[in-house]
């Protein structure tokens, strides 16, 4: 029976410091749609939370989807 081991040297769970600025906007288009639809202006909440999307898909994805 064969066992993994994982190198020891081996990064983990460490976040890339280009994705900390998105990972935050993405955060704060999530918050600023709070408001919105807590007052129910659904247009303003579909598009934080839309431009949140968006930002995600771009920075996780590479743009490609």
Do not use: Q
């Not at 771009?58 to 743009?63: A, C, L, M, R």
């Amino acid at each position: 029976m064969v066992i993994y081991k994982a190198n020891t040297n081996e990064r983990r769970n460490e976040v890339k410091s280009e994705y900390i600025f998105p990972t935050v906007l993405i955060a704060l288009d999530i918050a600023a749609s709070i408001p919105y639809a807590v007052k129910c202006n659904w247009r303003m909440a579909v598009y934080w939370l839309a431009a949140a999307t968006l930002t995600a898909c771009v920075t996780y994805t590479g743009g490609e989807v």
